[in-house]
């Protein structure tokens, strides 16, 4: 019988220990972010107004170019980090850059947009219905859509114009 | 009141009989009521994770994010779809993070099993502990008497075992907690920095993925995630042996601060081959990476280069190395 609970004891102690231990070497659950599942595969379907008014935009008409698609609003302090750059990157001709406004108004996004002179297109999503299906968590996020469509990377946070070169350079070089 | 007047209504009776059943019936079982509809949404808010809240479901959370899944919740169930549709379109969008509740397999399945087995376990204990006051306790002539047997039947007794054994659990739950607090990892979030970081070093933009590193290292210098990167994105960029050896002291103290870290293992065992032709050595941290659980991706990126490893140590390539590409992840073009 006491050779029972000892030995129930130590599996009891083996299986806590174990549990400890991947918690103890885990990041903590706020900090822990995976993969996005959207990566390397045709990216959703992405389309809406147009915050300048001029009609309906979709990624579709992308197509055949390197797209960073930007989930952007004008109250979120990141993006106004990143804009400058942004405007940058899209006077460039590097990638065609497409901005969702994610849970905004119309008039404060076209506000911050011109107070950094950037003229890419821009879709709203004032219902954020787009940014579910790209699965965004909080703005800033950008993916970067290679010419056949597929979602070849997802930055979290700020980007920068030299990211993204690099990024669409080296997709060249792999083939995309 | 004459036969016809009677008939008629017997009639008008009946039509409103017909009337009240068919309007309860349509009520009862024709379709979702508002309130069911309102029922359906709130369980599957409470179901799913507000994406940017920690561990708050999209029902408590007041985040935009949270409202958004609302609202795609709400619009998807008025669509018609079914509450798995629905599950499995969030689920596509951003991984199995965005659901509250762990799935049931991997370390998932370990954490719903383990409080089902210790429930099990204090259960035995508390029902044999009642057994034995039961058998031990038979009234003496005073205690009958007096009525003392029955005040101390009122107090719960533990067993001494039941005793020692919560408290084994509540120390190494402890011991975890502190272990949490003090284990390289914690500090400020960098969480966000390192997978920006991981994700140009995965597309082998060198430069900008050290700088991210090198970023998450000035906040965490004892990160072994992000020393393990450097340390193989230097050992691949290095020219000249000194080069080298700089890299692969880093990656060895990545892999000692990281006992669990798989990237810290691999990058060391691999260099450890490819750099100093250390087949043995290397083979030794591959095996240690395959013991911390890597991922599919990263297991089916590392298969080819580990293979030679074990061959050149004389070892026998584990059965998860063997698997290769067969593994259905798709990899970067090269």
Known sequence: MIRRWWIAGVLLIAGVAAFSAIGANSRPASEQILPSPLLYRQAPALQGQSLAGSGQISLASFRGRFVLVNYFASWCTSCAAEMPQLAKLARSGTVAVLGVDYDDQASSARSFLARYGAAYPVIEDPTGQNSVRWGVSAPPESFLVAPDGVVIAKIVGATSLSVVSDLVQLAKSKGY | ???????????????????????????????????????????????????????????????????????????????????????????????????????????????????????????????????????????????????????????????????????????????????????????????????????????GAVKPALQGFNQVLAKQPQNPSALAYKGWLQFNEATSQRDKSAALAVMSKAADLGPGDPQAQLFLGLALFYGRQEARQGAFYLDRFLADLPRHSLLAEAAPLARPVYAAAHWKIPAAFRVGSGVAVRVPKG
């Open chain 2, 1 to 203: 009141m004459t036969r016809t007047k009677r008939r008629r209504l017997a009639a008008a009776w009946a039509a409103l009989f017909v009337v009240v059943i068919t309007a309860v019936a349509v009520a009862v079982f024709g379709g979702e009521t508002s309130s069911g509809v309102q029922a359906r949404v709130a369980g599957l808010e409470q179901e799913v994770r507000c994406p940017s809240c920690g561990n708050l479901s999209v029902y408590n959370a007041k985040t935009a994010s949270a409202y958004s899944i609302a609202g795609f919740i709400r619009r998807e169930v008025a669509a018609g779809q079914s509450d798995q549709e629905i599950i499995d379109s969030l689920v596509a969008s951003y991984g199995d993070t965005i659901l509250m509740s762990p799935p049931a397999s991997g370390v998932g399945l370990y954490l719903w099993v383990l409080p089902a087995v210790v429930a099990m376990g204090i259960g035995y204990e508390v029902y044999r502990s009642l057994g034995q006051n039961r058998v031990m306790e038979k009234p003496s002539r005073d205690e009958a008497r007096d009525g003392s047997l029955a005040r101390r039947r009122r107090l719960p007794k533990i067993s001494k075992t039941f005793a020692l054994w919560g408290g084994v659990v509540a120390l190494a739950g402890l011991g975890g907690l502190a272990a949490l607090a003090f284990l390289p990892g914690g500090g400020p979030a960098v969480g966000s920095e390192l997978s920006a970081a991981e994700t140009l070093a995965s597309l």
